[in-house]
């Protein structure tokens, strides 16, 4: 009798132990850690994508436009193509002023669309109309169109923004864009180097559609997170084919062609903005991801934001870039206009990561 009550106050220790410590335990482990198990193993149960078709990319301030086409397996054009830069527009005032000037020389019309709702139906002030007379160097050349948002609470946030791009579509068929005309398409903080555009309007021979293969930078050009950033490209447009979309659309990947600054912000309060509004809002997991006093430890120490691990599909590549990201000291090759005002855009400069409202 008394070996039964052993077993039995036994059972109950370990009912208990499982009940109340263990069980608990792996919910809240779950809870906490489950997204960062999910990326650890994404090798596991997801395959890379189909590797790009990578493109030399020749260039010096010295070389000529004709020997520039003629390195790359290209001939030199009678007359430039004319160039629409197309973007849809939130709040980058900053980041929209450093790519239109680099841009300027070459583009023939600035296309922009903006909502008076995010991605994910937060209604938000038309920016870009509040900031237009910053923008006065490319009025004649500007076409410029808003858009209502649809403001469906809990719909999926990449409809939304779908939405969008149909309607930036239409609004480059009222700018004028024809047939063989190129067309930049890429977020505000997808800038292309003014020379890599230069080449692609003076030359025969790129294929109809290219991505651009662009620096990637994290909240400045001190962090530079990698060489991978692929979603920029241009088109040789052709009515009844050409979308503006955000995705993959050719096999073909030109090299170096510029840079990406993604969450580069002058001010703390555009980091909340973003995170709230954008299609991946699903990423602020807890509330406290919003405290600025984070947000600003997590801008020095080159963090993530979401507290997330690496979105790479091999373990070598994976365990490659945990942690921080490495500060760079190193400001070559950045776009013209950021360097000639450098005290206007300090904070995009490395060495420079407090930012305002913090």
Not at 122 to 128: A, D, E, G, R, V
Not at 203 to 213: A, F, K, R, S, T
Not at 281 to 310: E, W
Not at 324 to 350: E, T, W
């Amino acid at each position: 009798m008394s070996r039964i009550r052993c077993m039995i106050r036994g059972l109950e220790l370990k009912t208990f132990i499982i009940g109340f410590i263990i069980i608990p335990a792996i919910v809240t482990g779950v809870y906490l850690h489950g997204q960062k198990v999910t990326y650890f193993l994404r090798p596991l149960w997801q395959s890379p994508p189909k590797p790009f078709i990578h493109m030399p990319h020749y260039y010096n301030t010295n070389v000529t436009m004709a020997s520039l086409c003629n390195l790359h397996g290209w001939k030199l054009r009678d007359y430039p193509r004319r160039v629409y830069d197309a973007v849809l527009f939130s709040n980058e005032v900053d980041m929209l002023t450093i790519r239109w000037k680099e841009l300027y020389p070459y583009i023939t019309q600035f296309v922009l669309l903006e909502s008076n709702s995010t991605f994910t139906s937060i209604p938000k002030t038309l920016n870009f109309a509040i900031n237009r007379e910053k923008f006065e160097f490319i009025k004649s050349r500007l076409t410029y169109g808003t858009i209502g948002g649809r403001f469906k609470n809990g719909e999926n946030p990449f409809i939304e923004e779908a939405y969008q791009r149909v309607a930036l579509d239409h609004l480059l068929r009222i700018a004028g864009i024809e047939d063989d005309d190129l067309l930049i398409m890429s977020d505000v903080d997808e800038i292309p180097s003014a020379h890599t555009i230069d080449l692609l309007r003076w030359c025969d021979g790129p294929p109809p559609i290219v991505h651009l293969n662009l620096n990637n930078y994290l909240y400045s050009f001190e962090f530079n997170l990698d060489h991978k950033s692929w979603r920029a490209s241009v088109h040789q447009y052709q009515k009844g084919t050409t979308r503006y979309v955000h995705y993959r659309q050719s096999d073909y990947l030109l090299a170096d062609s510029g840079w990406h600054c993604s969450f580069c912000f002058r001010t703390i309060s555009d980091f909340v903005f973003k995170m709230k509004a954008y299609s991946h809002t699903d990423r602020v997991r807890f509330s406290h991801y919003l405290d600025p006093k984070r947000i600003q430890k997590v801008i020095c120490n080159g963090a993530d934001l979401y507290d997330m691990l690496p979105e790479e599909y091999t373990f070598r590549e994976l365990i490659g870039k945990m942690g921080p990201i490495p500060h760079s000291y190193s400001a070559v090759h950045l776009p013209s206009y950021l360097l000639k005002n450098a005290d206007k855009y300090r904070y995009l400069l490395p060495g420079n990561c407090i930012r305002e409202d913090s």
